[in-house]
Antibody, heavy 122, light 112 residues
């Protein structure tokens, strides 16, 4: 079964840091770009970051550039989101998803995890 | 950044009736390879989003054929021919042609 499982969410103070993880199973992980998408409580979806299948290219939304870092470990079928200098407005459910861009389906996220909640509050 | 504008934002529909959601982009979504990377997602309350349609009109396996996507350039539409109870939730479009990827605001479909 194709599956993505996120972990690492929690409560953190403004200015703090958190690392999210996403572990994949059921597909050839090293062949796919992977993405992070977030959803603030009661709001819409916001794309956060993408990482190429070999980790050589990373893309970010402007609001997290310089604060968030996406990385991956293909040996462990995992991607990560290092979040530093967190702000109240980063509070959201964070989803990882598979981006089949190399299969000519850019942004067509076809597999999603269940999400992990990040709360930034003092 | 490409701005994706959906309308309407709220869509009350009677069971069995058609529904239509518009998604407009602030610039063309035609990529240099000739493809248009416009995707539609559906999110039911309390669930993760699910992909419905990719590259404007390609329906995913398992998605009922009452769902269809159309459009070109900057103007796209998701249509449901006959709304069923399971179709409630929020529908989002996303463009994958330009970095950063951007979503529409979402359209909440509810049953009248």
């Amino acid at each position: 079964e194709v599956q993505l499982v996120e972990s690492g969410g929690g409560l953190v103070q403004p200015g703090g840091s958190l690392i999210l993880s996403c572990t994949a199973s059921g597909f050839t992980f090293r062949s796919y770009w992977m993405t992070w998408v977030r959803q603030a409580p009661g709001k819409g979806l916001e794309w956060v970051a993408d990482i190429k299948y070999d980790g050589s290219q990373k893309e970010y939304v402007g609001s997290v550039k310089g604060r968030f870092t996406v990385s991956r470990d293909n040996a462990h079928n995992s991607i990560y989101l290092q979040m530093d200098n967190l702000r109240v407005e980063d509070t959201a459910v964070y989803y990882c998803a598979r981006d089949p861009g190399e299969q000519s389906q850019w942004g067509a996220f076809d597999v999603w995890g269940q999400g992990t909640m990040v709360s930034v509050s003092s | 950044d490409v701005v994706m504008t959906q309308s309407p934002l709220s869509l009350p529909v009677t069971l069995g009736q058609p529904a239509s959601i518009s998604c407009r982009s602030s610039q063309s979504l035609v990529y240099k390879d000739g493809n248009t990377y416009l995707t539609w997602f559906h999110q039911r309350p309390g669930q993760s989003p699910r992909r419905l349609i990719y590259k404007i009109s390609n329906r995913d396996s398992g998605v009922p054929d009452r769902f269809s996507g159309s459009g070109s350039g900057t103007d796209f539409t998701l249509k449901i021919s006959r709304v069923e109870a399971e179709d409630v939730g929020v529908y989002f479009c996303l463009q994958g042609t330009h970095w950063p990827y951007t979503f529409g605001q979402g359209t909440k479909l509810e049953i009248k």
